[in-house]
């Protein structure tokens, strides 16, 4: 069975990574701290909704499930 939280994270890098921004800038572009984005890439972290669609937003991305 498929780890969702860590499969999520991975497409955050993955979004991030395209975009050219580090954490830092997500973080901040997202109203976060950098420690929560690395939490939720790591899949370590399982965010709420209102994270998610922060971070979408930041990342210019629709969600999708």
């Known amino acids: 069975?498929?780890?969702t939280r860590e499969d999520f994270g991975?497409?955050?890098v993955e979004s991030r990574t395209i975009k050219r921004i580090t954490q830092k800038e997500l973080a901040?572009?997202?109203g976060l701290?950098?420690?929560t984005i690395s939490r939720i890439e790591n899949g370590k972290f399982n965010p709420g909704i209102d994270i998610?669609?922060?971070?979408?937003?930041?990342?210019e991305s629709e969600l999708r499930y």
């Open 52 to 59: 998610l669609f922060k971070i979408g937003d930041a990342l």
């Open 10 to 12: 991975k497409k955050i």
């Open 33 to 35: 701290q950098q420690n």
């Open 28 to 30: 901040d572009k997202a």
């Open 1 to 3: 069975m498929a780890n």
